[in-house]
């Protein structure tokens, strides 16, 4: 296992355990069956904490920007995902850098194998 990644998310009872908790801790956030386990998203939505996160960096952290970019959430929505960042950094960063690896696959996939 690489020493970076966060410890494998549970499985099972175990899982709901997990979920329960990260939902306690942080309201507004709910999870949805990924990839790799659950992610979290922003309750009501199909948008993801990772998104959200990767969105404020991609506007350089200026919240009028990410309002205007992420118009259908409200303040609170938002709130809630950088609150579910605060809480577990590590996961949400991993997130980001799984999502990116695996366009860069994809990416020289397809370059491999034009249409």
Known sequence: MNANRPAPRPVDADRLLWIRERMRRVPGIHFIEG????????????????????????????????????DWLTEEQL??????????????????ADNE?????????TSRHPA
Request: hydrophobic share 45%.
């Open 79 to 96: 709130d809630a995902a950088f609150r579910y960042y605060a809480a577990y950094p590590e996961e949400v960063d991993q997130a980001i």
């Open 35 to 70: 990839t790799q386990g659950p992610d979290a998203v922003i309750a009501g939505t199909g948008i993801t904490v990772w998104e959200v996160v990767e969105m404020d960096r991609s506007v350089g952290h200026r919240r009028a920007e990410l309002v205007q970019a992420l």
């Open 101 to 109: 690896r695996a366009c860069l696959e994809l990416l020289a996939e």
